[in-house]
């Protein structure tokens, strides 16, 4: 019985040192892939451990034909740069990393600064962004959708410094954010998430707008967008495309006046020209990208 117990402690210590040589590899892939050289991000992505938050194997990973689940339960199938279910009749998922990393990089954050995490999910990112702030840092995670709320508080439980909060992200009161990290589409940024947010202090801001496909795409509905990083200084709010974007909405960051004035911005393009950020609409049509009721993404 000793021997067959030291075997399998044995076994389970190889298994822990050749999974963090996976993680590593993957840390590694992830950052070459979105062409960025982040020694602290590489590292959070190496060292927080993804099958942490996922709940018990074998996974469901999202492939071009649907959803598929992996052989069984060993966690080397989630280090890669996949979306893995995480309510699959939804559509939910624990977001690609390749979509994360560029975004991370872009938040800047760094040690002992507060985080705020809107639309945390089960809590793998905000993880992520709570090992760049570290133990002097602080996290805030918000979740609206009450089962992972109860998900990523569990998972969350042996963070230090880290609070989770179920609700509306663009209500849920919280302190003022070094960084806010939005996950999830919204038509306009929040009021309480600019009046947060610090002097110098970082949003990251997915922006999206539902559009018909054409017959030949794979579906009828999808959503085109744009990530910009609006960066406060004093009274002003400077602005910057990041990415394109395709993410699930932000629940109670929509409206339809804004989203029609997205949507007609998107489609012109000439999101990378964008500079400032005003809460407010009397500018002139000419300086705008995007200007809708009370607010405007502008070129100067």
Same mark, same amino acid.
């Given at each position: ?79 890669? %740069?996949?979306?893995?279910? &995480?309510? /699959? ?7 690609? #990393? $390749?979509?994360?990393? =560029? *975004? ?94 610090? %002097?110098?202090?970082?949003? &990251?801001? /997915? ?7 054409? #017959? $030949?795409?794979?579906? =009828? *509905? ?79």
């Amino acid at each position: 019985m000793l021997r067959r117990t030291q075997a399998g402690l044995h076994h389970a210590m190889n298994n822990e040192s050749e999974l963090a040589v996976v993680r590593r590899a993957y840390a590694k892939l992830i950052m070459a892939t979105v062409c960025i050289a982040d020694p602290r991000v590489e590292e959070a992505f190496a060292t927080v451990r993804r099958e942490d938050y996922l709940g018990p194997g074998p996974w469901p990973i999202l492939r071009r034909g649907g959803y598929v689940n992996t052989p069984d339960a060993d966690p080397v199938y989630v280090y890669d %740069d996949v979306l893995v279910g &995480i309510h /699959p009749e939804r559509g939910l998922n624990n977001g690609m #990393p $390749s979509y994360h990393a =560029p *975004l991370i990089y872009n938040a800047r954050v760094t040690k002992g600064e507060h985080v705020v995490h809107v639309g945390a999910g089960v809590g793998y990112y905000s993880a992520i962004l709570h090992y760049l702030v570290g133990d002097t840092g602080k996290l805030t995670a918000i979740e609206f959708d009450t089962a992972l709320a109860i998900r990523a508080r569990q998972n969350l439980a042996k963070v230090s410094n880290a609070i989770v909060r179920e609700g509306d992200g663009c209500t849920v009161s919280f302190d003022a954010a070094d960084v806010i990290y939005v996950n999830a589409g919204a038509t306009r940024p929040a009021d309480q998430w600019l009046d947060q947010l610090k %002097d110098g202090g970082r949003l &990251i801001l /997915p922006m999206t707008a539902r559009r018909t496909l054409s #017959p $030949s795409d794979a579906g =009828p *509905l999808s959503r085109h967008g744009a990530v910009f990083q609006i960066e406060r200084k004093g009274s002003e709010f400077h602005a910057r495309w990041i990415s394109a974007v395709g993410v699930y909405p932000c629940e109670g960051g929509r409206d339809e006046v804004s989203e029609a004035a997205l949507d007609v911005a998107l489609t012109a393009g000439g999101w990378e020209k964008v500079t400032r950020l005003y809460r407010t609409d009397d500018l002139p049509e000419d300086q705008c990208w995007l200007r809708a009721s009370g607010w405007a993404l502008a070129y100067r």
